[in-house]
């Protein structure tokens, strides 16, 4: 090999490793995110207190429903995303997507039905119709990521689950952005939270979708 050749290839490796690295930090910081807001504002629910539960009592059933739909799209999405795995457990990746899929529907559609609950005190009916839409987009979005694969679309299938898994995020958005300076000192309680609730799921895809038309016409071009 002559030594520019070998430079290049040197160079193409390094950006590779580079790549590598940051994808793997990116997860290493999804996955500790969801652990923790599994563990601060979700699993507390399981324990069936009246007191833990508040206004969401009479509606319980709907609230666990929720959470364990909610629990396992969280949990079975990074397995979606692995493509070591993918590659040599093909039926693993089905099997967790079947899940996925199981997890965003028993967690979308109870929330027809909680949003009707939320007090004016925690953002009423606009922080409600943020969620209805978010349920709505994210079971489109899991519904065109199934029809994809079904389809044999692999690539439009990959890019459909990217914006599904993305909303599945948006709860735990809605909690750490609440902590930020720039909220956490702004209006009232429900004007803050209003404004997080909506913002949460519709700044994130937005980015996704730049990334995913940048890959794109990268690819075009
Ligand atoms: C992405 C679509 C989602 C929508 C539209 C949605 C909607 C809702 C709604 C309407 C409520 C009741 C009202 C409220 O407390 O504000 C709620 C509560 C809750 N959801 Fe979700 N949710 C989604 C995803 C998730 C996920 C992925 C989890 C993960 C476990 C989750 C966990 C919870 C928990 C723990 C509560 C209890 C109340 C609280 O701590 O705020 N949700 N959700």
């Not at 050749?5 to 995110?33: D, E, F, M, N, P």
């Amino acid at each position: 090999m002559y030594p520019q050749t070998q430079t290049a290839s040197a160079g193409t490796a390094g950006r590779q490793l580079l790549k590598t690295a940051a994808i793997l930090l990116l997860w290493v910081a999804i996955l500790l995110l969801a652990l923790w807001f599994i563990q601060r504002d979700a699993l507390r629910y399981f324990s069936m207190d009246e007191t833990i539960f508040g206004r969401f009592w009479a509606h319980r059933l709907w609230l666990v429903t929720h959470i364990v739909g909610g629990l396992l799209a969280l949990l079975m999405g990074p397995f979606q995303f692995w493509s070591g795995l993918r590659r040599r457990a093909l039926s693993f990746h089905r099997w967790t997507g079947r899940l996925y899929l199981a997890g965003v529907v028993l967690a979308a559609v109870p929330t027809f039905h909680l949003v009707f609950y939320i007090p004016p005190s925690d953002g009423g009916w606009v922080a409600g119709s943020s969620l209805v839409t978010l349920a709505l987009v994210w079971l489109a979005s899991s519904a065109m990521a199934l029809r994809s694969i079904l389809n044999g679309q692999v690539e439009i299938h990959k890019e459909w689950m990217i914006r599904s898994y993305v909303l599945a995020f948006s709860f735990v958005n809605f909690r750490w952005w609440m902590d930020w300076p720039v909220f956490a000192n702004a209006g009232t309680f429900a004007e803050r939270l209003t404004a997080v609730v909506w913002l949460g799921w519709t700044v994130p895809l937005f980015l996704t979708e730049v990334i995913l038309q940048w890959r794109r016409t990268g690819r075009m071009a």
